[in-house]
């Protein structure tokens, strides 16, 4: 069923994945933060520090969740977060990149956006955000 | 024995079948060697030995499959707690209470604690939940008036971030005969748990092969000579037969019966395996309509602590209830059940089971147990319902009250005490006001971040498990329908604004075949003043927040109604709707339920979420097995959206629901609307704050007219739940990306400066403000 043409697309989307997971990993490595994602970690802090205690514990588990692939467990970590601090607009795009990795790309998609209308002045985030759906937007094209 | 996940009773079943006749060929060969059926053999074989495999695959089927029949649990959100939290020590203290947790003065063992003031010190429970273990840990934790100001632990002092505590029960789903049990491994029972149910009920165990011969002659003497029924000579596989097939019924026939039963059992299965299911089957006390079955449970039942932990005496004293659960009840007949509880420690001694000092010692303990409230269940039948609604479509009915599945519900016991208590006291007033007596009610209440429904009311009772209104009240919504009609017209951004002119003049539909439709304003009344040469014109925003029926319907028709079902249809609608045009004025049938959902993606900026009553399933021994996420759809512009939500906002300061205002809270800032149906039968509101999304119905379970209009009925209601809740007014000024306030003249939707009479501010998508300047000069002619 797939052409040739569609197939690159798959590999193209693969290998997109493939850097994107490379940048999450750097970016959390380097940083030492709780927040990874695709912008440098020092534009990320902002979100990270408006988290209360409470949140920063949730997110400390979700990141070692996710060293270990372990998606719907931090997205069930991530909705016991978001319980708590429902408005912040960081943790509805964290649960968007979880759906992303696990290959729900309407659902990281509709997350993402989600987060943009809560994200209000937070340009990284915005940023971060748009990416994400325009990743999400290729892989279904390409699926 | 946990293994069977989802549905696949075809595996268990086939091996099942496969034993059973295995063994029955050689079950046969055995017992013709008995020579205690001897008798029985000369009497007639053929019809003997069928009768004997028909017990066999009794005793089979039941030993394999029915011990195993576990409830499943249904468990409320479990409480997190974290500093600078929204909860009072009064909130904290009753979850405590509904958890049962025990008030001491030194609260270390687990599920303890005091109160000093606003101050607890507790040791916490531990949990297995679905993204990990909790903890026990001894804490110590302080309030202020209306948030908790931090948590420690109590040894160290060092500060605690975050803990959850152990979740509320609300519900057990059962087999028919509504038994309940922990089941317990021969690992965690304690060997004297063995040893005094050997001392006490069946000496020889390990040497009969189920029936004892010399048990009975003993019995037998020992009965004669008190002339009365004073000892049984039933071995303990005997009494697990009983307990497991028979009746309590006393005679020969059950007699017999029960010792080839027993025979059987011995036969098939070695003696650990008999016991662990005796230690787990037999009957040991009753708590209201819940049998408590087995060791575990009890242990739990009686004590508050796991079968492990247990002291000689208690040990003991369950053992002596083995005898009669009733009779020896230590609740309710304390002395009787000591007596014998040192009978069975007195026993161990003698026949040196345990050590005469620790008998002796454990014999003067008059401590009993726990008081009978400390397993209570919550009862929230209609939530419990919904919740088995939501199960059904992934687990067959029997994976559901045989697997001890345990299911972490949404339900939010401090939102439904609210709920439940708002609803009663407003119907209450209601009859006093001379509403019909048979006025009932349901309410639902959701969070409007993650679409967790906290509440559910199905009627005036909440502790009747009758007919669920929240659910099954499907009625016509009348005006409630109304925002999906605007909203379809304010998605389109250049065609309509919150300041577009509707005409509100008479309107006449001709539906074919003779017929009109002529809707009419609940007041008889044609709204809004003479423009451009027009009668009746009125801001789509007031249309709205006036609830205006003819603008409205007008509306709806140019939009058309296929146009406005697609948008029911986004907003979560899924029962079918009619293509008529009285669909526009509320004529579709749906449960408040169905009308939380829709107003749910209303709160949530446009943002589908389908409610849930569950976040996840786990196995009897704690395995993860599924969970229900939060799912996310943009089904909406946001933008536009957002202009409805401020008409809706509008609709509770100074529309239809602005009596509000005397229910909840000075300066609480919500969006909502009313509906009536035809006649006066159907009185609803539904409605949002920041937090909280909430759809209220009040009406007659017969359909009668209840004589009230939304805003005399289920407003009042409503906003009494949300005056009750921790709930988060509506942010006011802060507009979206892509919003702007503009002055518009209400007479004629047109840009006006600030200072002119008739000037309203309302929110527009940026460029789609009205081109034309008023000029603010010319006077209402008959508004």
Redesign the interface.
């Known amino acids: 069923m797939i052409d040739t043409e569609n197939k690159n697309n798959v590999y193209a989307l693969q290998m997109l994945l493939a850097l994107w997971l490379a940048a999450l990993v750097l970016t959390g490595c380097a940083g030492g933060s709780v927040v990874s994602g695709l912008e440098p970690a020092s534009e990320d802090m902002g979100a990270t520090q408006d988290a209360g205690r409470a949140v920063s514990t949730l997110l400390a588990k979700v990141d070692t969740q996710e060293s270990q692939a372990q998606w719907e467990r931090a997205a069930a970590l991530l909705e016991r977060a978001l319980r708590i601090e429902p408005r912040n607009a960081e943790l509805w795009h964290r649960l968007a990149k979880v759906r992303l990795q696990q290959g729900r790309y309407g659902m990281a998609e509709s997350l993402a956006q989600k987060s943009n209308t809560l994200a209000k002045d937070n340009e990284a985030l915005k940023r971060r955000n748009a990416e994400l759906i325009e990743i999400a937007r290729r892989a279904v094209g390409a699926g | 024995m946990f293994g069977l996940r989802k549905k696949h009773p075809k595996r268990k079943k086939q091996r099942r079948t496969g034993k059973r006749r295995r063994k029955g060929v050689s079950v046969r060969n055995r017992l013709l060697r008995w020579p205690v059926l001897l008798s029985l053999l000369v009497a007639g074989v053929v019809p003997f030995l069928v009768y004997v495999l028909y017990l066999d695959a009794q005793v089979q089927t039941q030993f394999e499959g029915k011990r195993w029949a576990l409830p499943a649990h249904v468990y409320a959100r479990a409480l997190?707690l974290?500093?600078?939290?929204a909860l009072t020590a009064g909130q904290f203290a009753t979850e405590l209470k509904m958890l049962g947790y025990r008030e001491l003065s030194r609260p270390q063992i687990p599920g303890s604690y005091v109160r000093l003031g606003n101050a607890f010190v507790l040791t916490t429970r531990a949990f297995q939940f679905?993204?990990?273990d909790e903890k026990s840990q001894s804490l110590r934790m302080e309030f202020s008036a209306d948030k908790l100001l931090g948590i420690w632990q109590a040894n160290t002092g060092d500060s605690v971030?975050?803990l959850r505590l152990d979740p509320p029960l609300i519900g057990n789903i059962y087999p028919s005969h509504r038994e309940d049990r922990i089941l317990v491994q021969m690992d965690d029972v304690p060997p004297l748990l063995i040893d005094a149910l050997l001392a006490v009920e069946d000496r020889e165990y390990f040497s009969h092969h189920g029936v004892s011969p010399q048990s009975i002659l003993r019995a037998l003497w020992v009965n004669l000579r008190a002339g009365k029924t004073v000892q049984g000579g039933s071995t303990l596989t005997q009494q697990l037969v009983k307990n497991f097939f028979l009746t309590n019924e006393r005679t020969l026939w059950r007699k017999f019966n029960e010792a080839i039963m027993a025979l059987l059992l011995e036969f098939h299965y070695d003696k650990n395996e008999i016991l662990e299911a005796y230690i787990n089957e037999i009957y040991l006390g009753q708590d209201g309509r819940r049998a408590i079955h087995g060791f575990g449970l009890a242990s739990q039942f009686y004590f508050g602590q796991p079968l492990k932990k247990l002291a000689p005496e208690q040990i003991a004293l369950l053992v002596a209830l083995v005898k009669g659960p009733s009779y020896y009840d230590p609740r309710r007949r304390s002395a009787r059940a000591l007596e014998r509880r040192n009978l069975v420690l007195h026993l161990l001694a003698e026949q040196g089971r345990l050590d005469p000092e620790i008998a002796q010692r454990a014999s003067a303990d008059a401590s009993t147990v726990l008081p009978q409230n400390s397993t209570r269940v919550s009862r929230v039948p209609a939530f419990i319902d919904l919740v088995r609604r939501q199960l059904k479509r992934d687990y067959s009915d029997t994976d559901l009250n045989s697997e001890g599945l345990r299911i972490f519900t949404t339900l939010d016991p401090i939102v439904q005490r609210a709920t439940e208590q708002a609803v009663s006291l407003q119907l209450d007033r209601l009859q006093r006001e001379g509403v019909d007596a048979d006025i009932q009610g349901a309410a639902v209440v959701a969070?409007?971040?993650?679409g967790?429904i906290q509440a559910v009311v199905g009627g005036r009772d909440p502790r009747f498990a009758g007919f669920n209104r929240a659910l099954d009240a499907v009625r016509p919504i009348g005006s409630l329908i109304k925002p999906a009609v605007y909203l379809t017209a304010l998605m389109h951004a250049e065609q309509y604004t919150l300041a577009s002119l509707l005409d509100d003049g008479p309107l006449d539909v001709d539906m074919g075949g003779g017929e009109h439709w002529q809707p009419q304003n609940f007041d008889h009344q044609n709204h809004g003043i003479s423009y451009a040469g027009k009668d009746h014109q009125v801001l789509l925003n007031n249309a709205l927040v006036h609830s205006y029926n003819i603008a409205t319907a007008r509306l709806g028709m140019t939009l058309g109604v296929p146009t406005v079902i697609e948008t029911l249809r986004g907003l979560g609608a899924e029962r079918p709707l009619t293509e008529y045009p009285s669909l526009l004025l509320g004529a579709a049938n749906f449960s408040p339920l169905d009308v939380t959902q829709m107003y749910h993606t209303l709160a949530a900026?446009g943002?589908r979420t389908p409610l849930r009553a569950i976040r996840?399933v786990l196995t009897a021994d704690g395995q993860p097995l599924q969970?229900y996420?939060?799912?996310?759809?943009?089904a909406f512009d946001?933008k536009s959206v957002y202009l409805l939500n401020n008409a809706l906002r509008a609709v509770t300061r100074e529309g239809t629901g602005q009596n509000l205002q005397y229910y909840l809270p000075e300066g609480m800032v919500v969006a909502g609307k009313t509906g009536t149906s035809d006649e006066l039968r159907d009185s609803w509101f539904a409605g949002f704050s920041e937090?909280h999304v909430a759809a209220v119905w009040l009406g007659l379970d017969d359909n009668r007219p209840a004589g009230l209009t939304g805003s005399r009925g289920a407003l009042r209601v409503w906003g009494n739940i949300l005056s009750r809740l921790d709930t988060a007014s509506l942010p006011v000024g802060d507009l979206?990306a892509g919003i702007e306030m503009v002055w518009i003249d209400r007479r004629n939707g047109l840009s006006s400066d600030d200072d002119c009479p008739y000037a309203v501010q309302l929110p527009f998508i940026i460029d789609t403000q009205p081109a034309g300047q008023s000029a603010c000069e010319f006077d209402a002619q008959n508004e």
Do not use: C, I, K
Request: no cysteine; proline share 11%; hydrophobic share 25%.
């Open positions: 997190e974290y500093p600078d939290q679905w993204d990990g971030d975050l969070n409007v971040n993650d967790e900026g943002f996840a969970r996420p939060l799912s996310v759809t943009r946001n937090s979206p």
